[in-house]
């Protein structure tokens, strides 16, 4: 990542946006450089993969499948967060990840950002704010997709 | 006949000069005036009364160039009787035009400022004229963002253009789709998640969006939340227009008619009405 220290990368990205530098710096220290190639898939549905992205270069599609079919649901690029349920570590993940090209990023062990999280409350306090935030307006961006606000008036039910 | 009567009730007959289809259900039209006056040139995000002979009159946004107003271009999606007699017509064919109508998107007021288009299924053929306007005159204006959401990859209109704006300096072009296959290879989710991808710069910017209202509503608020004043924001009201001149009362809303006060009204204006349910 261009010769840049984990903390500098750390801070220019937007989730930790407003985070105290002993935030950023703990964060630091639990990051791994990853990267992947085009069209890798990451982690599968159902996979319990622990690791939480933060990504800095690149796109990653999240799909769903189908019987003799994929669903492209939404895509994540660089700035975004990848894998949020691992750090609640329940379950299997969601959807599949799928690089639609080379991805740079970082990853954190969820098991450790938890742990993390309850030795130092200010730190999981504002980490689980941010969360809440990309859940949030992820919900809200899944619930007018199911609008299909762009449907013709005629194709419509109500 | 009094000389506003005439402008706005008289039909120019105007000779459809290409049919081109955009996707599988929406056409662009082009026509020029088939008698020896020209038609009227017009604004970016006004509208004309187009009419199909024995059929019936549609209100369609002009969605052409503005610098280049021999030539009047229309995007028409094909939903219904008239709409789909409209793109059914063929080079040579004759149809009545009344206008343009309405008040234009206010180009003047982004002079110097970003350019921020948000257009989400067919709300891009109002909006294009805007950026043809931009880029005719583009050392009036810095930065030319435009959001862009469809459907699904077959839904996207004017797809080369788009990668050409998007190769323009100091332009910035994001399309999303809201389903998106394995072959699509861009953005999918709605157009508000386009907003992460993009730094505003909200004290000279000014927001031109058009869509469905639903979409429009979310847009407004992602705007407000980055730091866009309400009067900085403008939208195209795509009301049940029928008579184009504000004598009918089908297009009203609140205390405006959206063919005669609109299609484009300041978020300012349109605050007040846009969450009344029923309105």
């Given at each position: 990542?261009?010769?840049?220290?984990?903390?500098?990368?750390?801070?220019?990205?937007?989730?930790?946006?407003?985070?105290?530098?002993?935030h950023?710096?703990?964060?630091?220290?639990?990051?791994?450089?990853?990267?992947?190639?085009?069209?890798?898939?990451?982690?599968?549905?159902?996979?319990?993969?622990?690791?939480?992205?933060?990504?800095?270069?690149?796109?990653?599609?999240?799909?769903?499948?189908?019987?003799?079919?994929?669903?492209?649901?939404?895509t994540?690029?660089?700035?975004?967060?990848?894998?949020?349920?691992?750090?609640?570590?329940?379950?299997?993940?969601?959807?599949?990840?799928?690089?639609?090209?080379?991805?740079?990023?970082?990853?954190?062990?969820?098991?450790?950002?938890?742990?993390?999280?309850?030795?130092?409350?200010?730190?999981?306090?504002?980490?689980?704010?941010?969360?809440?935030?990309?859940?949030?307006?992820?919900?809200?961006?899944?619930?007018?997709?199911?609008?299909?606000?762009?449907?013709?008036?005629?194709?419509?039910?109500? | 006949?009094?000389e506003?009567?005439?402008?706005?009730?008289?039909?120019?007959?105007?000779?459809?000069l290409?049919?081109?289809?955009?996707?599988?259900?929406?056409?662009?039209?082009?026509?020029?005036?088939?008698?020896?006056?020209?038609?009227?040139?017009?604004?970016?995000?006004?509208?004309?009364?187009?009419?199909?002979?024995?059929?019936?009159?549609?209100?369609?946004?002009?969605?052409?160039?503005?610098?280049?107003?021999?030539r009047q271009?229309?995007?028409?999606?094909?939903?219904?009787?008239?709409?789909?007699?409209?793109?059914?017509?063929r080079?040579?064919?004759?149809?009545?035009?009344?206008?343009?109508?309405?008040?234009?998107?206010p180009?003047?007021?982004?002079?110097?400022?970003?350019?921020?288009?948000?257009?989400?299924?067919?709300?891009?053929?109002?909006?294009?004229?805007?950026?043809?306007?931009?880029?005719?005159?583009?050392?009036?204006?810095?930065?030319?963002?435009?959001?862009?959401?469809?459907?699904?990859?077959?839904?996207?209109l004017?797809?080369?253009?788009?990668?050409?704006?998007?190769?323009?300096?100091?332009?910035?072009?994001?399309?999303?789709?809201?389903?998106?296959?394995?072959?699509?290879?861009?953005?999918?989710?709605?157009?508000?998640?386009?907003f992460?991808?993009?730094?505003?710069?909200?004290?000279?910017?000014?927001?031109f969006?058009?869509?469905?209202?639903?979409?429009?509503?979310?847009?407004?608020?992602?705007?407000?939340?980055?730091?866009?004043?309400?009067?900085?924001?403008?939208?195209?009201?795509?009301?049940?227009?029928?008579?184009?001149?504000?004598?009918?009362?089908?297009?009203?809303?609140?205390?405006?008619?959206?063919?005669?006060?609109?299609?484009?009204?300041?978020?300012?204006?349109?605050?007040?009405?846009?969450?009344?349910?029923?309105?």
């Amino acid at each position: 990542m261009e010769g840049k220290s984990l903390e500098e990368i750390l801070r220019e990205h937007p989730f930790l946006e407003g985070f105290k530098s002993e935030h950023i710096r703990k964060m630091a220290e639990m990051a791994l450089e990853v990267q992947f190639g085009r069209d890798q898939i990451i982690f599968r549905e159902g996979q319990e993969s622990g690791l939480f992205f933060l990504i800095v270069s690149g796109k990653v599609a999240l799909e769903v499948s189908a019987p003799g079919r994929i669903f492209r649901v939404q895509t994540l690029e660089a700035g975004e967060e990848l894998g949020w349920s691992s750090v609640l570590g329940e379950g299997g993940k969601h959807f599949q990840a799928r690089s639609l090209e080379t991805v740079r990023a970082l990853a954190f062990e969820g098991a450790r950002l938890r742990q993390a999280c309850e030795q130092d409350p200010s730190f999981g306090y504002a980490l689980m704010r941010q969360l809440l935030k990309v859940v949030a307006e992820r919900l809200q961006a899944t619930r007018l997709q199911l609008l299909d606000l762009y449907a013709p008036r005629a194709a419509k039910l109500i | 006949m009094s000389e506003v009567a005439q402008a706005t009730l008289t039909m120019t007959r105007a000779r459809v000069l290409a049919v081109e289809k955009e996707t599988h259900d929406t056409f662009t039209l082009t026509v020029a005036s088939a008698d020896a006056e020209a038609l009227p040139p017009f604004e970016p995000g006004q509208f004309s009364m187009l009419y199909v002979f024995g059929v019936g009159e549609l209100p369609i946004s002009i969605s052409g160039d503005p610098g280049d107003p021999e030539r009047q271009v229309y995007t028409i999606r094909s939903v219904g009787q008239a709409t789909h007699a409209l793109v059914s017509r063929r080079p040579g064919d004759m149809i009545g035009v009344r206008g343009p109508f309405g008040v234009p998107w206010p180009v003047k007021a982004a002079r110097g400022k970003d350019v921020l288009v948000v257009a989400g299924g067919i709300g891009l053929a109002p909006l294009r004229p805007v950026i043809y306007h931009v880029l005719r005159n583009r050392d009036d204006y810095v930065r030319l963002l435009v959001l862009y959401g469809a459907r699904s990859p077959r839904d996207l209109l004017y797809r080369k253009q788009l990668a050409e704006w998007g190769r323009a300096p100091d332009t910035q072009v994001l399309v999303t789709v809201d389903y998106g296959g394995l072959s699509w290879r861009g953005h999918v989710g709605v157009v508000t998640t386009l907003f992460r991808q993009v730094r505003l710069h909200p004290a000279e910017t000014v927001a031109f969006i058009c869509g469905p209202e639903v979409m429009m509503r979310y847009v407004v608020r992602q705007l407000e939340a980055r730091g866009l004043a309400p009067e900085d924001i403008y939208l195209s009201m795509e009301r049940n227009m029928k008579c184009g001149t504000g004598f009918c009362g089908h297009c009203q809303l609140g205390p405006y008619f959206v063919c005669k006060d609109g299609p484009v009204f300041s978020c300012r204006q349109m605050q007040p009405w846009m969450d009344i349910h029923e309105l």
